[in-house]
């Protein structure tokens, strides 16, 4: 049986909005994603497994998994009868990419057991697709560096989709998820339709700042230049005790701290595993609202989505 496994993402890593995504691994040996695995069946059949799974729709149409199929198997011309089974080990609505996990877990599978007939980029598109009909838009952010690994800059000026932006290797990057839900889709309709020139400006400063630095090595300034001038000001009261956890982050030592994709979880970044430790310490004890929520101190995940043994 085939069986893929694609990460958990942080979109957006706070400067750029729907075009920067980071897919990460937890730094003990555990994985943070969904799998997918595939056999031959008669008739297309799912069976949702893993300990999220109860929080999945209940109408299994309605499920991101048989959606990928339907499109799928429309986009290649021939209807192909699996069983797809779908491990749902990420929360859902919990600003890690949950739905973009299923998506590209997927994708990836169906195209591999079909001997595929899709290339990387038409795998993108379609996955890009198939989170829009969740997240009301279409945006890369999450499915991207799930798919493709690592620190991804979304480019999507015709088949340059998404280009590798190297960074520090020896950052640490702290998820932590509260345990509560906030849907994406809800997260983007706080935002405003339109900004004023001064916020592009900044913007576009921030942005082309850190990738400049992110090239040329220089970690604190890009650390420096994380910040999120389109999202986060209208999304922190979705959040509950984010302002806190960013203050304490700052005097913990955390280079910046910022929303992961549409929240609740959080991320934070430095180069210390004591100051890491200490971190995620408080944020066990401070940020979690129940026994779902968790903290993992992980590093970039470069390999993205791959098969299981
Ligand atoms: N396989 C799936 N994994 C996650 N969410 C799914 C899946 N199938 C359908 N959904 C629906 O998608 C929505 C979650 O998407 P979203 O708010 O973008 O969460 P996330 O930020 O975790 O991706 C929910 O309404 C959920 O019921
Ligand atoms: N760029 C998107 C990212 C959403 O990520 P998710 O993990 O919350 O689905 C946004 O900020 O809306």
Redesign the pocket.
Known sequence: MLKIYAPASIGNVSVGFDILGAAILPIDGSLLG?CVSIEEADEFLLENKGIFCN???HDPK????YQCWVRFCKKIGKIVPVKIT?E?N?????????????VVATLVVMNQYCGFPLNKIQLLKLMGELEGC??GGVHYD?VAPSFLGGLQLIIEEDDNLSHIIPIFEDWLWIIAYPGIS????EARNVLPSYYSKINCIKQARLLAGFIHACHTHQPLLAAKLMQDVIAEPYRIKLIPGFLKARKVAQDIGMFMCGIS??GPTLFTVCNDIKVAKNMRNWLIQNYLQNNEGFVHICSLDIAGARKME
């Not at 309605?62 to 998994?65: A, D, M, S």
């Not at 906030?182 to 889709?185: E, L, M, Y």
């Open positions: 969904d929080k999945l729709p309605k499920n991101i998994v779908l749902k990420m929360p859902i609505g919990s600003g890690l990419g949950s739905s973009a996990c299923s969740i997240s999450n906030i849907s994406t889709s994709g549409s």
